[in-house]
């Protein structure tokens, strides 16, 4: 066999074994250095090292460590309440607070497990007792909760930077209008099902209990008002506000709610340190794995029985959406964004076409994947979470998965809903 099939062969074989996907990604790079590299093997070695060690990357320890202070605390409560005097009143009122809930929450830890579990804890129960069925609340707080991954803070965006080389801080501010875009459509579904299935509305909020409701929360919201803003305006860089958000974490969840107690924080820590452990893994096998196939030529090869050499801006845009969407359906984001980056950046810059659009554009599939069946990461955690079968927990994707998809299509034909902010702010 040549280099293209072993490696297609020993990948799908471990899968099929139930091997986690560093496992297969490291083995394959291995035996093709081992067999069909004429090149020193400590080299691997040197790609998995060089995988890690860009300085945008020490980004993504802080940003996990501050979304478990913060989902261990009470800012999703709080963000809850502040969602729900505004326009619980509403008819789909609920169903629109935990759309919002999502965002905001997702604003604030950066991570779609990690915003479904703290939103679907508190307000699945209530949507059931409202009226809404399961597979519509469980459809509604897995892909709401998707908008975490476009949302500065995202770790998604900070991986697709360091491997396309893309200004992090300018694929942050172009996530914020795709995201509001998808919370825009998510709520006026919400509203529609509640009108057609007759969904009872609660009471209007006074003024003075939206006013408690702000100041409580008011904290919290500043959490994304300091990551945008710094970066927005300039004063610190990702990696630096990465930082400032560890800070501002504890200063919220340990000293203002006091809902996370100071001995509390080394046990955060160690989860912190296992899930950094796992992301790194895989970066840096990763990185290894996309120099094997960059030396087999697979890219090539597949660029050209694709076409895609001589195609227009709008064909490869697609051709990525459609590959990306596909690849997180069975595998895990990190290792898409790494494994098919390297392969579209070459198109994408020798057809002039903004690498902050791509970006966007990755990110967004990468969420739609990671809520899509068969393998979407966000169904598993909501399977683990809601207690409920597969089969159930998947039952009322469908309108939502279309919905992300539409936002999608309408990235590649009106990008300036990505590129505005960041050409406003940096360029």
């Not at 629109?96 to 703290?118: H, K, P």
């Not at 809902?259 to 895989?282: C, D, N, P, Q």
Request: proline content about 7%; some cysteine.
């Amino acid at each position: 066999m040549d280099l293209g099939t072993t490696i297609i062969v020993v990948m799908l074989g471990l899968l099929l074994l139930g091997f986690p996907m560093m496992v297969p990604l490291a083995s394959a790079s291995v035996i093709a250095f081992a067999f069909f590299m004429p090149i020193p093997h400590q080299i691997i070695i040197q790609q998995m090292v060089s995988g890690i060690s860009p300085v945008a990357l020490i980004a993504v320890p802080m940003f996990i460590f501050a979304a478990d202070i913060v989902t261990k605390g009470h800012t999703a409560s709080r963000l809850i309440d502040l969602a729900m005097t505004f326009v619980g009143h509403m008819r789909g009122g609920l169903a629109v607070t935990t759309a919002l809930g999502c965002t905001l929450f997702g604003a604030v830890s950066g991570s779609t497990q990690a915003t479904v579990v703290a939103m679907g804890g508190p307000l699945r129960p209530k949507m059931l007792e409202a009226g809404y069925k399961d597979s519509f609340t469980m459809a509604l707080i897995i892909n709401a909760s998707d908008i975490a991954f476009l949302i500065p803070p995202s770790i998604g965006m900070i991986v697709f930077g360091v491997v396309g080389k893309v200004s992090i801080g300018e694929l942050f501010i172009a996530g914020i209008g795709p995201g509001i875009l998808i919370l825009l459509l998510f709520s006026a579904y919400s509203v529609w099902y509640a009108k057609v299935n007759d969904i009872p509305t609660i009471p209007r909020r006074t003024w003075a209990e939206r006013a408690k409701a702000v100041v409580n929360a008011g904290p919290a919201i500043m959490f994304p008002v300091l990551i945008v803003g710094g970066i927005y305006l300039g004063w610190v860089s990702p990696t630096e506000v990465a930082a400032v958000s560890v800070i501002y974490a504890i200063i919220l969840e340990v000293m203002i709610f006091r809902s996370v107690k100071w001995h509390e924080l080394l046990h955060i820590a160690r989860s912190t340190g296992l899930i950094t452990a796992v992301v790194f893994i895989l970066v840096g096998a990763g990185t290894t794995f996309s120099f094997v196939i960059s030396f087999a030529q697979i890219p090539q090869a597949v660029i050209g029985a694709l076409a895609l050499d001589s195609a227009g801006p709008y064909t490869i845009l697609f051709a990525i959406s459609i590959a990306f969407f596909i690849g997180c359906m069975f595998v895990d984001p990190i290792v898409v964004i790494l494994v098919l980056t390297p392969i579209f950046m070459p198109l994408v810059n020798n057809a002039g076409i903004d690498p902050i659009l791509v970006g966007t554009l990755v990110t967004l599939q990468v969420a739609i994947g990671s809520a899509t069946p068969p393998f979407g990461c966000d169904i598993f955690t909501a399977i683990a979470i809601f207690r409920r079968p597969y089969a159930e927990v998947i039952k009322g994707t469908p309108p939502f998965i279309c919905m992300l998809l539409l936002v999608a299509v309408a990235l590649i034909f009106f990008p300036q809903i990505a590129t505005f902010l960041p050409e406003t702010a940096f360029r």
